[in-house]
């Protein structure tokens, strides 16, 4: 399994820039009315299935993390709070979560552009695999401030040098959201006040990248003379004319800021949830865009394996797969991390899409 998820990782990496589209995490930030803050996010490889999983992880629960010496050889951590986590591959790997207390975090791809510290023997009891790091953070951890400082006592590191890098977003109910990039092995975090994230260059680049499009803007444009001529917009929507429209970090990233930015409140957190879901549609990938004709790897629905959109303050995790495109959620209120038992369970049992037929009489 380490090997398949490495390889999957190698493949993602700079050394193979054909393939780069592949690896496409595109994260939203929306608020209802009521001032509850949704953090939603799709995760994409288009190569293979990624046997996605939800994990529950209880109080008191043990891990090591894997390190390129071997597995389950470096740092040991141990959850003081429960948390639900959507892991890929393997159940060690989270890729997105929410713990009992409201924090989230999640990975993104990042190839290219960070690079994490080397990997020395001499620090394996506080060398942590980069994939394993969000199940750390939501194990430990109340506050974005917490996260920030604890950081520097631990070796962020890859499992194999070839493998890309990745950042990670954090949220905690306060409203806060940061962004954390290794890059030169030094860790650099950034108050995310955009609530967008995708994947490479970097977020400081995304966000001056914006200053391109000052000219988007929500409506239709005003009809104009050009000379004699009457010049008039084709149909509505013709201020985003000229929005990028492609599937790249840098232009997904303005595509998710825009589409955020201008979709009307909604009045309270569950469908501010449904509305997420639905502006993320936006950036559900087709399998076929990513490769040269013909050369598709995996027969797959969709590129976009899930979408997950978290509710802080009321503790609940949504998703919905490239199966089945119905909505699920996990209520952690529901859950006594004291008892509970540590499980990891398929996102689908059934990997078909459900197809109900409508009975006329």
Not at 50 to 75: C, D, E, F, H, W
Request: charged share 15%; with cysteine.
């Amino acid at each position: 399994m380490v090997k398949k998820l490495l390889t999957l990782l190698i493949v993602t990496s700079a050394v193979v820039p054909q393939y780069h589209s592949i690896e496409a995490c595109t994260g939203i930030t929306l608020t209802a009315k009521d001032n509850t803050r949704i953090l939603a996010r799709t995760i994409e490889w288009g190569g293979s299935e990624l046997n996605s999983q939800y994990v529950i992880v209880p109080r008191g629960y043990k891990q090591n993390s894997y390190t390129p010496a071997g597995t389950s050889s470096g740092m040991e951590f141990t959850a003081r709070y429960g948390y639900v986590g959507l892991a890929v591959e393997q159940k060690e790997f989270v890729a997105e979560g929410l713990n009992e207390v409201g924090l989230s975090a999640g990975l993104f791809y990042f190839p290219g552009y960070g690079k994490y510290e080397d990997y020395s023997s001499a620090h394996t009891t506080s060398s942590i695999a980069d994939l394993q790091l969000v199940s750390w953070m939501l194990g430990n951890f109340r506050t974005v401030d917490e996260v920030k400082n604890a950081i520097k006592d631990i070796h962020v590191i890859g499992i194999d040098p070839r493998a890309s890098t990745v950042h990670w977003r954090i949220a905690d109910i306060s409203g806060r959201q940061l962004v954390l990039e290794i890059v030169d092995g030094q860790p650099y975090f950034y108050e995310n006040e955009l609530g967008v994230l995708t994947n490479s260059p970097g977020f400081e680049w995304q966000i001056t990248n914006l200053n391109n499009y000052v000219n988007l803007f929500p409506g239709s444009a005003e009809p104009k003379l050009l000379g004699n001529i009457q010049l008039m917009a084709f149909g509505s929507g013709s201020g985003f004319l000229g929005i990028p429209g492609d599937v790249t970090p840098p232009s997904r990233f303005v595509r998710a800021a825009f589409y955020q930015s201008t979709a009307p409140q909604q009045a309270t957190a569950k469908e501010t949830v449904l509305q997420s879901f639905q502006i993320l549609n936006n950036f559900d990938i087709p399998v076929g865009i990513e490769f040269p004709l013909g050369q598709v790897p995996a027969n797959i629905p969709s590129a976009t394996q899930w979408t997950a959109s978290t509710d802080m303050a009321n503790r609940i995790i949504y998703y919905r797969t490239m199966y089945n495109s119905a909505i699920r959620s996990i209520d952690l209120k529901d859950i006594d991390f004291n008892s509970v038992k540590y499980r990891a369970v398929p996102l689908d049992e059934i990997k078909q899409q459900p197809v109900i037929s409508v009975k006329i009489n």
